[in-house]
């Protein structure tokens, strides 16, 4: 019989009250008591009784590294691993009784739902909210789910910049959406929008305000790399702070023709080992300019990259200077704050993408970018 579990949330906000009463279904007679500070709660019903307690925020990192350290020695996929160290809160749970049913399971389930995480159970099985093992079957997305995706992403990036023009050129931009609307109607994309993503598609110019769009304002390094998992691109481009996200959508005649028009090869997904090869890579070099955003140092990157928690790195293609990661002749620790910024910002979706490829989470928006 399973009573202990652990839900880890990737989205670590503290829940209120209103939060935990809410994962009650309607009609269903539960007590629900959360201690006065937030860091237990206690659900009550005739099916049985299940207490969660959330781990102190400073304790979440060392235990994450010991959940690394299981993973790796259980068989875990990159992917998890990803999903793992994404991990905002951790709740353990006691129950009184099997959580395979009633509605102590279905609580613990809909809160690792809401929270976009996971559950590990009795100390030996992962699974999703779905009840999916995630060890046995990593969650990488088919070809089709992934040109949908690059469509989307570069939608999402069109979409904003409209909206970051529509102030300073308001007629410019009311015809440009226009051009953005006519070629939405004609792209099929299917389910693949979140609910976010398609709000952010269907508002009118102006609608949004520039803090939604300048979230969305580098989804087209995201979508080149999905296009260079997919064999449309034969590389992915060099790190270019010069390099703007219109290129993108000015390379792939979007509005237009768009990146699967005939004309490219036809899609179809890398081999796993290439993409996680990539994946490697461009970890490698976000930890980099991740670690650049800290601290304006010079590091032996060469060194460091054959060592890493997510192995050793291929640094074919990658511009070393004295070792040092290095951008159009540049080493990273010389550019100037808003270069290293820049290129922070592109790698991170490049990251995010690739996450998504090796299966760190099947919703877009909750793969984290841990480094």
Not at 269 to 287: G, K, N, S, Y
Request: charged share 25%; hydrophobic share 45%.
């Amino acid at each position: 019989m399973v009573t202990n579990a652990a839900v880890y949330a990737r989205f670590g906000w503290r829940l209120e009250a209103p939060h935990w009463q809410a994962l009650v279904p309607p009609g269903v007679e539960c007590a629900v008591d959360l201690a006065e500070d937030g860091s237990s709660v206690t659900f009550a019903s005739p099916e049985g009784t299940i207490t969660f307690n959330r781990l102190a925020d400073d304790k979440v990192g060392p235990h994450l590294l010991g959940l690394e350290r299981y993973l790796r020695g259980v068989g875990a996929s990159d992917g998890l691993l990803v999903r793992a160290l994404s991990t905002s809160a951790v709740y353990g749970s006691v129950a009184d009784r099997d959580l395979g049913k009633g509605l102590p399971g279905q609580l613990m389930l809909d809160l690792t739902d809401r929270t976009g995480g996971f559950c590990f159970l009795d100390g030996r099985l992962f699974i999703d909210c779905d009840g999916r093992d995630l060890v046995a079957d990593p969650l990488r997305p088919d070809r089709d789910r992934v040109v949908r995706r690059a469509l989307v992403l570069l939608a999402t990036m069109y979409r904003s910049a409209i909206e970051a023009g529509i102030e300073e050129h308001p007629d410019l931009m009311k015809d440009e959406e226009g051009r953005y609307r006519a070629w939405l109607d004609g792209v099929d994309l299917g389910a693949e929008p979140e609910p976010d993503e398609r709000d952010l598609l269907d508002q009118p110019a102006g609608a949004v305000g520039e803090d939604v769009a300048a979230e969305h304002a580098f989804d087209a390094e995201a979508a080149l790399t999905l296009l260079w998992a997919l064999g449309v691109a034969d590389t992915l481009p060099a790190l270019d702070p010069a390099r703007q996200p219109l290129d993108t959508l000015i390379e792939y005649q979007v509005p237009g023709p768009g990146p699967f028009d005939g004309r490219r090869p036809d899609p179809s997904l890398r081999p796993d080992d290439v993409i996680d090869c990539e994946w490697r890579r461009q970890q490698a070099i976000h930890w980099r300019l991740a670690d650049l955003q800290l601290a304006r140092r010079h590091v032996d990157f060469a060194a460091w990259a054959q060592d890493t928690w997510f192995g050793a790195v291929d640094l074919d293609g990658i511009t070393l200077i004295d070792g040092d990661l290095a951008v159009a002749g540049t080493p990273v620790s010389a550019l100037d704050d808003r270069a290293s910024w820049w290129l922070w910002r592109q790698v991170a979706e490049r990251n995010r993408a690739l996450n998504w490829l090796i299966g760190a989470n099947p919703i877009y928006g909750a793969v984290g970018t841990p480094t």
